[in-house]
């Protein structure tokens, strides 16, 4: 089923390249200000990502302005919704999410826009990897340790999600699945609350990004066990890959750049020039990779396109067999 949905997707995505011509693009692009629409609010992990792009767009474009425009609500899908609707002129850009540009329609049927039609995929620019912790307290050391803890009690055990559908939440819900084990997300509102939660013991774990982590594990009120990329993560040296247990396991955050479907190739290839440019400009990979510990990306539309089918097709399964919803 999975290679079904990745080959329906990425004949979609594809297709966002094959329309008929809306803008035409040349290096004009941009000769004014460009709309950088965030699906979440102002603060996390994705604005500050979004805000150092920002503010190193106009030497790689122009002399122009790139705007954030936060627009919070719905997992990501009201901003999706706005953009999804936008002018495919190159104007109106999104900061691309997991929920809002690949997954949300699997998550909400009756959303309003089909993700993996609605956008022309433009830059992949970094993932943010995710990683297993525990209170400090916890005698639990190692995934082996959680894993052997959920599967000697009968009703499982408790980690804290930022919310249905997040990648924390499903990376959770993967892992219970790759080691036949029960886990219960308790969802909360926010980063803050999640870690507050691990902190406090009210539940057993969590799946948060490292940048959203580090600072906890630093300060040793919580313990990183496991990360969720198979790739180590100089910021947290020592920390193996669930992979290393359950191999082929990956889940991370990733965001990149996207417009509304229909936009020229030529275009989507001027906009991927310019964003390339400033992702791997020195100051701004360092500052991404030493505040966020991110990986890097900055690859080609068609990449984008196929990172996007891909977890649309990995993560189907588990929302479906899991009954998920977000409505």
Partial sequence: MALTVTRRTLAGLAGAFALPCLARADASWPDRQVRL????????????????????????????????????????????????????????????????????KVLQPALGYDPATAFTPIIHLVNLPIVIIVPATSRVRTLDDLVALARGRADGITYASPGVGHVSHLAAELLARRAGVKFTAVHYRSGADVLRSVIANETEFSFPSVSTA???????????????????????????????????????????????????AALAARINTVFRAIVTNPEVKSAVETRQAAEVMAGSPADFAALVAGDIAKWTPVIREGNIRAE
């Fill in 37 to 104: 629409i965030v699906p979440f609010g102002a603060g996390g992990a994705v604005d500050t990502l979004s805000r150092i792009v920002a503010n190193a767009f106009g030497p790689a474009a122009n002399g122009q302005t790139l705007v954030v425009e936060n627009r919070s609500g719905a997992g990501g899908t009201i901003a999706g919704q706005a953009v999804a609707q936008a002018r495919p002129d190159g104007y109106t850009l999104m900061m691309a999410d997991l929920g809002a540009n690949a997954i949300g």
């Fill in 214 to 264: 580090l600072p906890f594990v630093r300060e040793e009120k919580v313990r990183a066990i496991a990360i969720g990329t198979p790739r180590p993560v100089p910021a947290l040296p020592g920390v193996p890959a669930v992979a290393a247990q359950y191999p082929g396991f990956e889940a991370m955050t990733w965001h990149g750049i996207c417009g509304p479907a229909g936009m020229d």
